[in-house]
């Protein structure tokens, strides 16, 4: 059984393998198969969990969970992160099962199919991501996970219909118009504001080439004179910076309060117009700012962040309509539970306040 890494159970995924787990490890993710096919042969094909017309067996269980564990191993996170992962791993690949086994339950009562070509493109996607070019390439991973292309397609068969009735039965009838839209974006007008900013570009005279403070000082006079002299800024500092005594011009683009090292940032928010700034002796030299724009701080017009606002709502509203979706399918659904172990303490999702979120 394969509980996808997507949507309302992304919470319980973990970091995707380097790219360079590319044939058996590459399956590994795919269809959530791991060990070796002794490994999973002494596992005992009993029954723990039975969702209306759907089971999941000890060996589906076995099997989930060790690739989970695998993908923690071999995930780059914090250990203390790693440790709380590993802890409660057993409950979370239980509960995804019982969550798929109530979706699939429910893609049958609908008369719910996936099309070949629906698999096949699936099974495509999948290869695509993992960076499995080749035919002989993916029947090597195959073979190292003691899979078939068979059941693979099966497992890519099964998410597609969980898929279709997410989307027939929750998504679809999530509608958010223009008025929600602006009552959230009033709401968010501090996350949505672009702050003041000054777009910068900057000079520096060097110290390894000009050693003393004072002599660097003059220069930047000498440098300032040319400029009002009626030549650009790029102009001079293109000519100064072929003899080695200043740096080229430097594109910091645009800077917000804070971004620069202090001594630089001081020198710049004291500015009240103009386009330089006086002479700062920061890291490697004298520094001359060259200020080219100025922006004030202003809230992003809503019709810039409709659509960030609208996917950010409709996610929203998902996480909260598929929770209540699952515990509506549970509660009017046959289980059976014989917990393994490592799921001890699971009561179903009406009792549980970590249910995924879509």
């Known amino acids: 059984m394969s509980i996808r890494c997507s949507g309302k159970l992304r919470k319980h995924c973990v970091p ?3 790219r360079l787990f590319r044939t058996a490890s590459a399956v590994l993710i ?11 042969a002494a596992v005992v094909e009993r029954i723990v969990l039975r969702v209306n017309d759907q089971i999941a067996t000890a060996l589906d269980y076995e099997s989930q969970l060790a690739d989970r564990r695998q993908a923690i191993r071999m995930a780059e996170m914090p250990e203390d992160r790693r440790t709380e992962l590993m802890a409660d791993v057993g409950l979370q690949v239980f509960r995804e099962i019982y969550e798929d086994l109530l979706l699939r339950s429910r893609a049958h009562q609908l008369g719910l199919f996936a099309t070949e070509a629906e698999v096949a493109a699936a099974v495509q996607s999948s290869r695509d991501r993992m960076g499995i070019s080749s035919d002989e390439e993916m029947e090597q991973a195959l ?6 292309l068979e059941q693979l397609a099966d497992k890519m068969r099964a998410g597609i219909l969980v898929q279709q009735v997410v989307g027939r039965e929750i998504r679809s009838k999530i509608e958010i118009g223009d008025e929600v839209l602006r009552k959230v974006y009033r709401e968010h007008e501090a996350e949505l504001t672009v702050p003041e900013g000054r777009r910068v570009e900057e000079v520096v ?15 930047v006079a000498d440098l300032r004179r040319e400029i009002d002299a009626g030549e650009s800024f790029g102009e001079v500092v293109a000519r100064w910076s072929e003899t080695g005594v200043t740096t080229g011009v430097i594109d910091l683009g645009w800077v917000e309060r804070g971004h620069l090292a202090s001594d630089l940032d001081a020198a710049l928010w004291a500015m009240e117009g103009g386009e330089f700034s006086e002479p700062i002796e920061a890291g490697g030299g004298t520094h001359l700012l060259h200020v080219t724009e100025y922006r004030e701080a202003a809230v992003r017009p809503f019709d810039e962040v409709r659509d960030a606002l609208l996917a950010s709502e409709r996610d929203r509203r998902m996480a909260d309509a598929y929770t209540q979706y699952l515990r509506d399918l549970e509660a009017g659904a046959y289980i059976q539970m014989t917990l393994p172990p490592e799921a001890a303490g699971f009561e179903g999702l009406s009792l ?7």
């Open 30 to 40: 795919l269809a959530g198969i791991v060990g070796s096919a002794t490994a999973r």
């Open 16 to 18: 995707r393998l380097p």
């Open 352 to 358: 549980d306040s970590t249910a995924s979120a879509q």
């Open 205 to 219: 005279i060097r110290e390894e080439q000009t050693p003393s403070a004072e002599d660097r000082q003059q220069l």
């Open 143 to 148: 073979r190292a996970s003691g899979m078939t």
